[in-house]
């Protein structure tokens, strides 16, 4: 089944890491792309991936037979991709290296020197202030910074884009339907309860998950105050300059939950306040761009609102469209801004392996790869 | 070891329950209190305790082999109560009832009237304007309506005093002592993560529960926000005349801890804005009536901070000096307001049948029972 | 979508308990049945299926939108089906009744006596000896006691055909792969670990679920011990006869697990001893009836045997085909007996609903309905 | 509160790891012996033992404030004991380092050659065949080995003594029990479900323990088959000889519970076959050495009987008796060989820390140390 002829052939950096494990098998039946290249540390390099993953694998869901039999490249070694490129094999890669941030920062420009476009799920180039963190509904402007960012560089067919922090997957959405409404925020406080897949495998350590939560998630609370900042921004000359709002307050704790992120957002707004019934046709109607071009891991609605007193619920909720759409539930008047509300949204997934898929998706849309 | 001379013979009224069994586990060893009546659902009256609660006990800790052989009563009676107290075996009750909010509150009042006081954990009487809502080290000077209540009651030596909801347990001694040193909260918007304990037993499903969260617990969020105004309010005249500050919007979620609530709280004082430095130094300076007057049930020291990064943690904090300390930590400031930080108290032990025995010491230190 | 021209329409009893909503998110594309009929307590009775499971969907998955508004029946009253049977609009019916033991027995035969085959998923009709209990690759044959069950009761169209216990899946099929090869069982020693979706809903309180396994679910021990000499048995003149071997000694665990059931078993042979290279062999070639009439419901391989220590694992082996696949792992030889083994089985997939529906494809393979 | 004038100076080796922040927790108020040194890893030595464990310590129970400002050695470094221990400081250690087996295996045979007696935890010198491998209860005989371990060795002061590993805890003395009554067991089939706690920290991985359990635990299954055979065994010249009986096959899976190994265990006799009433005559007369000498660790009932359906659960009954005690339930005949039951013991306090602690007590009362 490999070698399907009208498939881009595209890379995996940290394969066999969890977010990669990830990649590989949303990746199997993808009708633009498919896995040609799998690179991962000097460890399993050499190794076939069936053999590299043998009892690390843990997802459900296996992995195409095509892409067992792949031999593992060592991720450091940017000379592989390169003859993988030129023998047609390669087009571009997508980043799930678990690595020191400096090295990441540096491998990942020395793939798109060496003309390897690299879409990013690190935090490595999230703060370089000419690489896009894309939301797919949310900026899909911001891809103008590449051509800008090539310049800059001198890179002639690579680039740097990258997907922000899980956390902040599930209330990005609905505060920028609100926004393009006309009701931008103000002011966010918001605590989260994250699912212990965010931390990878071997990770959060049972003893702290049974009969228990963390309230604390190192360099967390950062990320998801500052990154929506930067996808609220706009590119003023070249670079993208942050936006000043929403001023965002994150507590983050971790839950004992395999798959799924929940935030319960306080939000008071800029200055107009939407009635909660406009709320709800707000975020019923928003689509995106991923919506009106059809891109394959686009969910359908992007946004879905459920009734129920009682959810969004990670188990129940996370799963929906694919795992691509944020569920919200809960909407209700703040005691002390002006709404409140509950948000879900799947952190390896949408958060991870499956934004990054669409903002591929978005950048060969828009001719970038 | 019944019959101790010198003990006051109390009894528990829903003693079969999960907060029931709480009362009778921790009167084990009590210096003041003794168990020595027993009230449940017509269903187990006349049954020994033993019989009531064989196969329903859930407590690793057991009861005392004199309360097992007590008659279960029925609480619905409150002729069998006045009968104990005739005979000296009943100075006043513990009610940890389980029915119909109205039910319990026609009941609450029959024992009063009856001449029998009652310290209640139920919510029913939390909002009657006479009836005071107690926590030892915040509004001890509450019981002052109490001579009031009985007067206008009509009722000699019956009255009621209650305990607030276990939710809002964590974050009240915290703001108490600010409040106390000069800096009272303006707003605060908390976010709670609380134990199944709390539910009772069978309580929360399984099934909500594995690999799940629930945001939602019906009428926590509004006992949340408002009892604290009430226990931060004064007398004037016949009623407690509730507070104005500080505005509170609680977001509470059920998460697969058996004990043990957690919050999340960001806070924004009214006026003055102590130090972190300072507000450390108040909260571990922090000491209320029950540690003046050392109370059996005070903890040493009410407010305890962990320096940790990632404390407190329910499994690990909940039952720090006996179950009746708050357990602080990631005290640090608030992006959006002045100062977030998260607090833990145990639900079933300070936050019900702990904070209740407390209520008793305090009014028994105060001449009332 | 309803009414599709060539499907055949089938009918929910006990539609909204967690079986029911199984069944209905099973059949959801299924290429033969189709749900047009949805049957409950009164009290769901008369509204349309959307309301009735509102609130009560356990499920990730979704329902059809056209079952969503079906006007649920009474399932007591058997003449509605008769109604719809006559308008062509029910073939048969699947039951998950949730009524007392005798009630369902009573009531199964009442459909059955009125022309609607009843395939059921209860315990009710397991030990009526004329009823078969089917496993599709394991005892297909059974079905021969069709006829003579319907000319002893008299019945025209109807009969009653049964599933085991979900608890006995995992090992079945490996047991009786090994006995047709020639290898049958004397004695088996199982304990098995059962998943929380097993006692429905609201089903295990958490309390008991988190820090906690419960040794002992009730009933269950006896079904593991004999159901299987049924389904091993043979028709002998009107009814079907026991087998006598193999003995079986279960314990039966709850675990805080979803779904899929987990067995540790240890096994003697009734003589001829295959060494484990033999067996696995065995296993991989096992295929029944379902197979060979490519069933839809059938999985492609039975029986999935994992070469790592640490698997079968119900998180991540319990979906395996459809999760109609018995996944097993870690044979060796046994201390005591011959061998042993983990076998995982999906508890409400393959141990319910979608066992129910195998049964159903397996009986309109042979032309019974 | 340290340097009490009769109380005996003991070391942790390993003191900071999960089993020796139990052994310090556990020693806090013992009336014989006082902590006084305490060693890890080069990582540690020359800290405070308060900043070695910052961030590390696991237990809800704190350690003694003495112990906090003891300065941890390096546990490699036996001449640092043995300063100690010249100076009154030290006259035994435990141990429970967590090194590779032979490390250890050599590690602790220097001390003991160093004069030190060491009685350890770690499996490194079970199967050393003049060592003792000690259940109070059970073999108290076999301490008979130590001066023909010493002479052997050579050595003057020193000798090794260790516990078995924690699998074997909660079925040991329940057969033992029978075996001195005339009930010797010949065949044992033993599943267990056990703690995460066992692993260490960070041990188990969540991902492993949300929604799932994982059927096999590296080397536990060994161990719980041989080790029973070596504490039944006997002494003959130099050597203890191993017992021949019962055979044991045993299922070591491991599940998402804190602390408490459950097992389940079906049981054939050698010979005589007692009544289910006699045997819980028996279990419940059991007392061994640690009772009629009253150590200070020893439960008062080793053996306790639960006679509801659903008992042992870990949360509910690993506590019992200081969670010294095993607790039992569910007898009843079994299926295939005579007896099963389910028996529970705490795997870090009876199968660690505390059984290593009743150990050094026994040693004690015989005068060993």
Redesign the interface.
Known sequence: MANEKNKIPVGILGATGMVGQQYISLLNDHPWFEVRYVAASPRSAGKKYVEAV??RW???AGYAAHVGSIIVEDANDVSKAVESFKKGELSFVFSALELGKDEIKALEEKYAEAGIPVISNTSAHRWTNDVPVLIGEVNPEHTDIIPIQKKARGWDRGFIAVKPNCSIQSYMKPIHALAQAGFPSK???V?T?QA??GAG????????????????I?GEEEKS?KEPLKIFGSIEGSVIKNAEFP?????C?R????DGH?A?V?LEFADKKPSLEEIRKIWAAYKGLPQEADLPMAPKQPIIYRE????????????ADKAMAVVI??LRP????DI?F?ALSHNTVRGAAGGGILNAELLKHKGFI
Do not use: W
């Open positions: 043998a009892g843990q997802l459900p002011r966010i406080i605590s309860m212990v897949s495998y071997p990770g959060v350590p049972s003893l702290d998950m049974v009969d228990n939560i963390v309230p604390y190192g105050e001023k965002i307050s994150a507590h704790n839950v004992p939950v395999v929940t319960c306080s129920e007193d009682n959810r969004p619920q990670p188990r129940k909720d996370r799963d539930g809960r703040c005691n002390v801004f409140r509950v």
